[in-house]
Structures are given as structure tokens and as C-alpha cells.
């Protein structure tokens, strides 16, 4: 639980975009990297976060590149795994600094007590910040519009892939999505996990675009 814990505080993300009116967030589980890309003329890998400790306290591992070509393939990493996120407009982001705030002050009032209406409202808190990170991420259209997106990323830099490594490459970036939990039910009949089936329906709608073929057991992008 990140925003309960602290470690993860959108409201310094807050500062950062009003503090660089030209910056952009993404929402997009997962993702540990630490890349700072400056330009098309540095870039730095480093396991260090973007916070005191990390920039200033910690002993730290960096690695810092000025060679054009590489400084290019990073930012284009970059750029291309954020693509798959989803883009955190302003007023969504202090929507859920708001929604951080009450998950934490009903995390510190659970902790206060034990009192099952504490426990009851801090899984509401919860919850709702959930629900709202998974309204982000599919902001630009249902499950399988997004994983459209996703398929056609992992073709490109993978190579061909069989569906069970497709699968296992979109649960690991969109876990938030792929819950295992729910199936998809038709009349009483239960037909699989429902995330499995967005991730087919996006298979079909690109192969009809004809961006991708299935070919020997495996999808290729044209």
C-alpha cells in the first residue's frame, strides 16, 4: 500500500507539474525504472529515486550516457512504454491527491483503533482509489482497446509471440486490469477469465486492421 505507507505521494507529483507546466504524467503500474532523460543530449539510469534520499543521502548506482544514439534509444524507450499508460490530465491529478489524502487519514485512524468502522471506511478509501486509477488507465476506451496498444508494443519488441507469452507480458504491465478473479459468465456458463477475452478481442480487431497475423502458432506484426 504505497499511498498508505507514504513512498508513493501524488501530491509531490502535483508540485512537479505546477512547478513544469510543460511536463506530463502517465499512470502505469509496475514501472521501477529510474530514467532521467535530458534532451537528445544525456541521459542517466540510476537506482536512485526522485526524492532526498535518493538524489542526495543514499549510496547510489547511476549511469550516465552522452552518446547521441544511445541517449536517443533511451528516450524513445521511454516515451514508447509510456504511450501505454494512461495520460493523468491535471485536474484528475488533484482529484486524487484528494482521494490519497482520505486513504491515509482512514489508514491512520485504523490503525488508532479497532473499531470495525474504522476497518470498514479505510476499505472504502481504499477502493475508491483504486477504482479511480483503473478509471485513468481506461480512459482511452475499454479493456481491449488498451491492450490493443499493449500487443502491438510487445510484437514490435519482442518478435513474434505465442497468446500464453502475450498473456503473461500484459498481466505483468496492466495487473491492475488482469484480475484473475472475475470471469466471463454467458448464461450460467463459465468462459474463462474476462481479461483473457479483451486480450483475444484485441487480437481479432488488429488482425482485422491487418496490423497483425497469426502465423504457426504465433502473432507477427505486418
Known amino acids: 500500500m504505497p499511498i498508505c505507507q507514504g513512498s508513493t505521494d501524488p501530491s509531490a507529483i502535483r508540485l512537479f507539474v505546477e ?6 504524467v502517465y499512470h502505469l503500474p509496475k514501472l ?12 542517466i539510469v540510476t ?8 538524489l542526495y543521502n543514499n549510496y547510489e548506482y547511476r ?5 547521441p544514439t544511445a541517449v536517443a534509444n533511451i528516450r524513445r524507450d521511454v516515451l514508447d512504454y509510456a504511450a501505454l499508460g494512461a495520460l ?5 491529478l488533484l482529484d486524487y491527491c484528494e482521494i490519497a489524502k482520505a486513504v ?4 491512520e485512524e485504523q490503525l488508532s483503533g479497532i473499531s470495525k468502522s474504522a476497518r470498514d471506511q479505510f476499505q472504502k478509501a481504499y477502493r475508491t482509489a483504486e477504482d479511480e486509477l483503473i478509471k485513468l488507465r481506461l480512459v482511452k476506451g475499454a479493456m481491449h ?3 490493443e496498444d499493449a500487443i502491438l508494443f510487445f510484437l514490435t519488441r519482442n518478435g513474434p509471440l505465442a497468446t500464453p507469452d502475450i498473456h503473461c507480458l500484459i498481466e505483468s504491465a496492466y495487473p491492475d486490469l488482469c484480475d484473475n478473479t472475475v470471469d466471463r459468465v454467458i448464461n450460467g456458463v463459465r468462459f474463462g477469465k474476462r481479461w483473457k477475452h479483451a486480450v483475444r478481442t484485441a487480437q481479432q480487431h488488429l488482425k482485422k486492421k491487418e496490423l497483425i497475423s497469426h ?4 502473432w507477427h506484426v505486418k
Open 19 to 24: 512547478a513544469i507546466s510543460s511536463s506530463e
Open 32 to 43: 521501477h525504472a529510474k530514467v532521467y532523460v535530458s534532451g537528445v543530449k544525456k541521459a
Open 47 to 54: 537506482a536512485g529515486n526522485l526524492t532526498r534520499g535518493g
Open 63 to 67: 549511469i550516465c550516457m552522452d552518446d
Open 88 to 92: 493523468v490530465c491535471r485536474q484528475r
Open 104 to 107: 491515509r487519514r482512514s489508514f
Open 145 to 147: 482497446t488498451v491492450f
Open 215 to 218: 502465423i504457426d502458432g504465433k
